[in-house]
């Protein structure tokens, strides 16, 4: 198991009776919605950083890699 480490929120008294009275597992909530923002933020991240990479490919001459991969072979 991880380390953990506590993490506090304010929020308003009413919400929380509420929550209370309605049985919600506050911290179980707290859990499930952070690590889902984190995992929706990797994929934000990862999402940008294969933008940036089809840019790249975008100028590779595919012909070109294609002709030297057989030229290659040729020669072995």
């Known amino acids: ?5 506590t993490v506090s929120a304010k929020v ?9 009275r309605l049985g919600v597992k506050i ?4 859990k499930c919605a952070l690590e889902e923002e984190v995992r929706r ?8 950083r294969l933008e940036k990479l089809e ?4 100028k590779l001459d595919v012909n070109r890699i ?5 030229e290659d072979r040729e020669i072995r």
């Open 41 to 48: 933020r990797k994929l934000e991240e990862l999402e940008k």
């Open 66 to 70: 294609v002709r030297v991969i057989r």
């Open 27 to 30: 911290s179980e909530v707290l």
């Open 1 to 5: 198991m991880g380390r953990y480490v």
């Open 55 to 58: 840019d790249a490919l975008d």
């Open 12 to 20: 308003r008294k009413e919400l929380k009776e509420e929550a209370e």
